[in-house]
Structures are given as C-alpha cells and as structure tokens.
C-alpha cells in the first residue's frame, strides 16, 4: 500500500520560503507523477504542479514564477518551494500520486493526510 | 485554464434519497474528468476516473457519466458516510483544475 506523508515547519514568515517535503513509501518515486495541492482553510482545492520521475516539472502558471518542486530518488521523497509568500499561501498542503489507467486516463489515487502551513509574523 | 463549475454549491439530502452533482468544464474535456468525496479534516479520495470508472474499492452505489463538457455524479441510497464534500477535477490538461467543491449536508 502506497503511503505518502508530509513534512516540513507550520509557520513560515511573509516574504519567505515555505518548504515541504513528501516522503513516500510502498512504492517508488521512479515511476509516476507526484503532485503537491493545496487547499486554503474553508475553501477548495488547487493544484501546484508535479514531478515526473524523469525530473521533468509541470506547475500552475499562477504560481510557476515562485514555485519549484524536485526530487530525491534516494530517499523517495519529493519536495516543494514556494518563495514570496504572503498570508494568502496559507493553506492545506497535500501531497499525491497522479496516476494513469491502462487506457491513459490520469488521476489523484494516493494522498499524504496534508499539512497545514500558516504563512504569519 | 479550463474552469470547472459544480452546482449545486450545498444540497440538503436524506439518508436513502438519491442524489445527483452536476460539473461542468469551460471546453471539451472529452471524458477527462475525475470526482473525489472529502471529509472534514482528511484529505479528498477518489471514487470515479475517466468520468464512469468507478475506483476499486468504492460502493456502487456511486456512478459517473457524461462527456465533452458535462458530467454528473449521482449517488443511488445515500448512507450516512457519504455526507461530505466532493469536487470534480479535470485531467485533459495542465493546469489540473477543480470545481469549487458541492457540500452534501444532512437534512
């Protein structure tokens, strides 16, 4: 069973980095793509960007300029950075799998529990 | 972008009714559209891909159809586990978009 789970500080100061990392298990980061979204308090869903395991990235244009996700192939994890943050970047950050079926639909089937990071002096 | 838009944004059910969610995406998707069902304080879970599939593991009680630029979820007897929020998200293209999310509350 593929687990995922997040890591990283619940309070980040306006202007600087937030930094988050997923760590997955029961399965290996070198296959798939592996997402990060999030989810401000009270509100819906969006989605940041991915990693494929080549190291090739796909991030939201809305957030493309401040936003890098890598990876660790050794330690099966993935990571995210978002510079610049404001009070409007604080949210519910998820980590998960996107997934494709035999017929190249794709989809979120595995996600970490979240973590919530408050962007605040 | 590709906007999604789900209504009704809340809908007051009972347990046993049948309930349907409608999204629809701002272009033809074809019949790449995924719905989730999230629960206070946990993170979404998939129950329908590729707009009909229906995830292993989840209840047949929900199903999915609809191609091009509209779907729905129905939900045939409503239980008492499945009062939640669920959000449709489209898988055509970058970036991934989601609906705003429709709240299934306890009449």
């Known amino acids: 069973q593929v687990q995922l789970q997040e890591s990283g500080p619940g309070l980040v100061k306006p202007s600087e980095t937030l930094s988050l990392t997923c760590t997955v298990s029961?399965?290996?980061?070198?296959?798939?793509?592996w997402s990060w979204i999030r989810q401000p308090p009270g509100k819906g869903l969006e989605w940041i960007g991915y990693?494929?395991?080549?190291?090739?990235?796909s991030y939201n244009p809305s957030l493309k300029s401040r936003v890098t996700i890598s990876e660790d192939t050794s330690k099966n994890q993935f990571s995210l950075k978002l510079s610049s943050v404001t009070a409007a970047d604080t949210a519910v950050y998820y980590c998960?799998?996107?997934?494709?079926?035999?017929?190249?639909?794709?989809?979120?089937?595995?996600w970490g529990q979240g973590i919530l990071v408050t962007v605040s002096s | 972008d590709i906007q999604m838009t789900q209504s009704p944004s809340s809908l007051s059910a009972s347990v046993g009714d049948r309930v349907t969610i409608t999204c629809r995406a701002s272009?033809?998707?074809?019949?790449?559209l995924n719905w989730y069902q999230q629960k206070p304080g946990k993170a979404p879970k998939v129950l329908i891909y590729?707009?009909?599939s229906l995830q292993s593991g989840v209840p047949s009680r929900f199903s999915g159809s609809g191609s091009g630029t509209d779907f729905t979820l129905t939900i045939s007897t409503l239980q008492p586990e499945d009062f939640a929020t669920y959000y449709c998200?489209?898988?055509?293209?970058?970036?991934?978009?989601f609906g705003q999310g429709t709240k299934l509350e306890i009449k």
């Open positions: 998960a799998r996107f997934s494709g079926s035999s017929s190249g639909y794709y989809y979120f089937d595995y």
């Open positions: 029961g399965g290996s980061i070198r296959s798939y793509h």
């Open positions: 990693i494929y395991y080549s190291g090739s990235t």
């Open positions: 272009q033809s998707i074809s019949r790449y």
């Open positions: 590729a707009a009909s």
């Open positions: 998200q489209q898988s055509y293209s970058n970036p991934r978009t």
